[in-house]
């Protein structure tokens, strides 16, 4: 069975950074999407940001384009998000996605393997 386990959440001031990692197992790393989503209190899941098998297509929501930047390191089974300029509606927790299927992945839909997350609070 796959596994997926974030960290590098945290308490951050808003304007600052944290990057979070997930670290895969028990899969081809290489044959995957990945995926960061988030969810807040009382809110619906919502995509984050989405890399291909490669790392060459990477897509980002609207409310954090310009601040995050997602990366995967297939040597080290390993995805990562780098988090800029931090605000307080960027607190939820927030959890890494892999699938095998690109289309699954972006558009939300019955993505087979997820984390368990990690929290990310921001601080006004």
């Known amino acids: 069975q796959v596994q997926l386990v974030e960290s590098g959440g945290g308490l951050v001031q808003a304007g600052g950074s944290l990057r979070l990692s997930c670290t895969a197992s028990?899969?081809?790393?290489?044959?995957?999407?990945m995926g960061w989503f988030r969810q807040a209190p009382g809110k619906e899941r919502e995509g984050v940001s989405y890399i291909s098998w490669s790392g060459k297509t990477t897509l980002y929501g609207d409310s954090v384009k310009g601040r995050f930047t997602i990366s995967r390191d297939n040597a080290k089974n390993t995805l990562y998000l780098q988090m800029n300029s931090l605000k307080p509606e960027d607190t939820a927790m927030y959890y890494c996605?892999?699938?095998?299927?690109?289309?699954?992945?972006?558009?939300?839909?019955?993505?087979?393997?997820w984390g368990r997350g990690t929290q990310v609070t921001v601080s006004s």
């Open positions: 996605a892999a699938d095998r299927d690109w289309a699954r992945m972006v558009n939300h839909r019955e993505i087979t393997n």
């Open positions: 028990r899969l081809r790393f290489d044959d995957y999407a």
